[in-house]
């Protein structure tokens, strides 16, 4: 949680959601911790907002702890968004006041918390149309479509795009990221969302639960983004509708790479990784209006654990934003 000392001996403290070891979601309690601050290089940010993903309730159980271990206590939420509060020696780039978000490693305490440390270059501006506590609840999963499109699948004007879990809360960026780029973009979904994936810019959407939807893609795609919870089989099933050169960018299930390379293309399994350049971009597209975001929940610290067992559970749906102040008052 970064530098624990108060620098002017105060002794000042934070509300902060955490837990202590890995586990089910009973591991997560809210108190008050000392407020970190910020070192040389870094900033001290006032937590306006806070997004809640799957992620992060994997990472609480140590499924991932292997490749992303955690020193605790941990606070979740790797996004956020707030004002800069301090900043620390050398420091430039902002002041006090500043609107700033960031999505963090997979290692780093979080945004469940009143106030987090964060280094100077790891953040960009929020967007200016947003609500500040409500641009908490980007970055992850903006940053994921965006790497997954361009990043690892170097989509281009043209390309015919298939985006697996269109509809969900990294799939609606994936979908309008991919019509602004100009490509044919080919959503899949359930039957319910379909005129919402429309709505975001897809030129055509399959209800993933028909047997045969396979089957109506007759034209080759040059690339297939999967942001869905779908199991390793049902993924790589998906290869033989790739060009030859087309990859398959999976930001949840595995792609099994040597299937993927006696059909001549590339799959991929990836982790997003935090890019202040990215962002800026993304928050460009936001103030111009041409991508909406969507949160579908907002609640306080004290309602994260109960966020984490209906995850655990399988029964969270939406994006779910936490605010920490106290007041509930967007900072």
């Keep these: 949680m970064g530098n624990q000392q108060i620098a002017d001996g105060s002794h000042k403290t934070m509300k902060a959601a955490l837990y202590r070891e890995y586990g089910g979601p009973e591991q997560v309690v809210v108190e008050r911790v000392p407020m970190p601050v910020p070192s040389a290089g870094e900033v001290l940010v006032r937590i306006a907002g806070s997004g809640f993903n799957i992620v992060d309730n994997v990472l609480r159980a140590g499924y991932m702890s292997g490749q992303f271990p955690q020193v605790f206590p941990f606070v979740p939420n790797i996004e956020l968004s707030g004002t800069v509060a301090a900043v620390g020696e050398g420091v430039t780039r902002w002041s006090a006041g500043d609107r700033v978000y960031q999505s963090r490693t997979l290692i780093q305490s979080g945004g469940a918390a009143e106030y987090a440390i964060a280094e100077a270059g790891g953040l960009a501006a929020a967007p200016q149309t947003l609500d500040l506590a409500d641009a908490g609840g980007v970055p992850l999963c903006a940053l994921t479509a965006w790497q997954a499109l361009f990043e690892h699948g170097a989509l281009k004007a043209g390309q015919r795009v298939m985006i697996v879990g269109a509809s969900g809360s990294v799939g609606h960026y994936a979908v309008q990221f991919a019509r602004n780029a100009d490509a044919c973009v080919i959503g899949i979904s359930s039957a319910s969302s379909s005129a919402q994936v429309k709505e975001l810019g897809a030129d055509a959407v399959l209800d993933y639960a028909e047997d045969d939807w396979m089957r109506t893609i007759v034209e080759p795609l040059d690339l297939i983004v999967n942001v869905s919870l779908a199991e390793p089989d049902q993924v790589n099933a998906w290869l033989p509708l790739l060009r030859e050169g087309g990859a398959l960018i999976s930001a949840w299930s595995p792609v099994d790479e040597e299937t ?66 106290e007041t509930g008052e967007h900072v």
């Design 260 to 325: 993927a390379r006696r059909h001549g293309v590339t799959g991929k399994l990836i982790h997003m990784h935090g890019d202040a350049g990215q962002l800026a971009d993304i928050t460009r597209l936001i103030d111009d209006g041409v991508v909406k975001i969507r949160i579908d929940e907002r609640i306080g610290l004290d309602g994260l654990r109960g966020v984490h067992a209906r995850s655990a559970a399988g029964k969270l749906r939406g994006k779910v934003l936490v605010i920490p102040a």
